[in-house]
Nanobody, 125 residues
Framework: VQLQASGGGSVQAGGSLRLSCAAS????????MGWFRQAPGKEREFVGA????????TYADSVKDRFTISRDIAKNTVYLQMNSLKPEDTAVYYC???????????????????WGQGTLVTVSS
């Protein structure tokens, strides 16, 4: 299984970016796909996930109403659309995947068995 994240960059506060995560080596529709981020000196934190069972998305409170997760099953790709970016959104963003995610573990990094390499998002004020 390989996850390839891309789309990071530098943007001013209030701007937008779209991250992509291309997956290979797995049956995409059977996996919950998550997004996490890690800022310097901080622990990795949950951003959001799109669940395999319902295709519904769950978000951290800090990004709700600003970020949107979607997926294209035909392209084996999941997207993270980030709008109204804030300096505190600056971090390395990671995509992750696992088949065994349930509602109580969707936000836990330890529940995901596969990880991409990360892509840096920098938001300046």
């Amino acid at each position: 299984v390989q996850l390839q994240a891309s789309g990071g960059g530098s943007v001013q506060a209030g701007g937008s970016l779209r991250l992509s995560c291309a997956a290979s080596g797995l049956t995409f529709s059977r996996y919950t796909m998550g997004w996490f981020r890690q800022a310097p000196g901080k622990e990795r934190e949950f951003v959001g996930a799109i669940r395999r069972s319902t295709s519904s998305a769950t978000y951290a409170d800090s990004v709700k109403d600003r970020f949107t997760i979607s997926r294209d099953i035909a392209k084996n790709t999941v997207y993270l659309q980030m709008n109204s970016l804030k300096p505190e959104d600056t971090a390395v963003y990671y995509c992750a995947a696992d088949r065994g995610i349930i509602i109580t573990t969707v936000g836990s990094p330890n529940a995901y068995g596969y990880w991409g390499q990360g892509t840096l998002v920098t938001v300046s004020s």
